[in-house]
């Protein structure tokens, strides 16, 4: 179909898209690369009256370093980051999971701002996010905040940005050295939404795991971090018996849904085999825990 | 509501056009500039036959407003060969019969263009993965993976 007709606004900086936005107020909303709001607008789920164009505001795609963060410009495309230097090598986790992200032509066009404020239960970015622990900044007029990713998914397609509010840089906080990762999703066709996923971190120190972090998606209504089965690993060499009470803790913990695509318990079952697996890698990367 | 001035390179030639902001980049390239190359099959991004290169990066043009694409380069399949003078590409695609209607050919082509460029392709399964955007609903994508796959190896040493 064909989107409803609305009034075009490009901004040039953030004071004067938080200022449009303020001046229209609900009725407006902010577009970058547009890759999960036009087809919304397509399909007539949503009909704003102003689009808000922030695609030109600088920087638009930064990627650096500074201050023990790797920080990224709210505007930078999916495609960057897949490909950044400074990610495949700070955290290789974020540049693999990129790769799972649609497909080519969305990557080259999404933005991780706009992955973020979507907010789909089955996408990557927020649940690298979640993972990595990301400190989200907001801007409004007159002001600006950090949200933690952990408090900024509320609910499917809905987090804690207010009216006026758009996101401008997510920092992710450097992994301590001997930190090893792993990714695992699984989707009918390459691109599409997973049906679930999971991602891990493990940080070694001779021989245990220091710290554990498990990240799910695709389960519930936001990603989650499974918090139960990262206290029963932390600590431990991931022996058989403690990976096993691990995965059954995390399964306890996420509530999926039915739907057309795959059962609430087959989702369930999946979230333990891929965050298993995604554990394993880690463990792996990370040596064994023996750096 | 009112029109916006844009102007865009399509395949080497300048355009000027006022639009209405809602107006897609796929329906602007079909009804404004009359270049209806590029197919519209879903108008949600799924199916991949709207897919373009804009500014040297493969796009759906269903999912980009064509305000969006003031000052931008757009290269549709009409900018790649022509009957007698076919792109390496497209001599690929005919060689291995990799079309039979045709519909999914155009977002196909300009995909596939924006996969040699950025990809090794050194699998099959690398190219259908690459292809999993575009559907096609007549050849079974076998001889579509055959066609990239011959275009993927005779780029020689110069693959990224």
């Known amino acids: ?291 | 509501m009112e029109r916006t001035s844009i102007a865009l390179t399509v395949n080497g030639v300048r355009h000027e056009r006022k639009v209405e902001p809602r107006r897609l980049l796929s329906d602007f390239l079909r009804e404004d500039l009359g270049l209806t190359g590029t197919h519209v099959g879903c108008e949600h991004g799924v199916c991949g036959a709207c897919t373009v290169l804009l500014d040297g990066d493969s796009a759906r043009s269903c999912l980009t407003f064509a305000v969006q694409c003031d000052g931008a380069s757009v290269r549709t399949v009409e900018g790649l060969g022509e009957i007698g003078a076919l792109h390496p590409l497209q001599e690929s695609f005919r060689r291995h019969h990799a079309l039979q209607c045709g519909f999914c050919t155009p977002g196909m082509l300009m995909t596939a263009l924006d996969l040699l460029a950025k990809y090794p392709l050194a699998t099959d399964e690398e190219i259908r993965a690459g292809l999993s955007g575009n559907l096609c609903r007549c050849t079974g994508y076998a001889n579509i993976v055959a066609a990239v796959r011959e275009a993927a190896a005779a780029r020689g040493d110069d693959r990224p």
């Open chain 1, 1 to 291: 179909m064909k989107p409803p007709a609305f009034e075009y606004v490009a901004a040039e900086s953030v004071e004067e898209a938080t200022a449009r936005l303020a001046e229209y107020g609900d009725d407006a909303r902010p577009i970058a690369g547009g890759q999960s709001l036009v087809p919304m607008m397509n399909f007539r789920l949503v009909s704003p009256a102003v689009l808000v164009d922030i695609r030109r505001i600088a920087p638009p795609d930064a990627i650096g370093e500074a201050d023990g963060h790797v920080r990224i410009g709210a505007l930078t495309r999916h495609r960057a980051l897949e490909t950044s230097p400074l990610i495949r090598d700070r955290f290789p986790v974020l540049a693999a999971a990129m790769t799972h992200v649609a497909h080519l032509a969305i990557r080259n066009r999404g933005t991780i701002g706009g992955s973020l404020c979507h907010a789909d239960p089955a996408a990557e970015l927020p649940a690298m996010a979640v993972l990595l622990d990301a400190r989200i900044h907001v801007a409004r007029r007159n002001g600006e905040r950090i949200v933690e990713a952990g408090a900024f998914f509320e609910g499917a397609l809905w987090t804690a940005l207010e009216d006026g509010e758009i996101v401008t840089r997510i920092d992710f906080p450097l992994l301590p050295p001997g930190t090893g990762w792993g990714f695992r999703e699984f989707a009918r066709r390459h691109g599409d939404f997973a049906l679930a996923g999971a991602a891990a971190t493990v940080t070694g120190s001779a021989g245990r795991a220091a710290e554990v972090r498990i990240a799910l998606f695709g389960v519930g209504e936001t990603p989650v971090r499974a918090a139960a089965a990262e206290a029963l690993l932390t600590g431990t060499g991931f022996e058989p018996d403690a990976v096993a009470a691990a995965i059954d803790a995390l399964r306890n913990a996420v509530d999926p849904d039915d739907d057309l695509h795959a059962s609430a318990d087959y989702r369930r079952h999946l979230a333990g085999i891929l965050a298993g697996r995604a554990l394993g890698d880690a463990w792996a990367r990370a040596g064994g825990g023996a750096a």
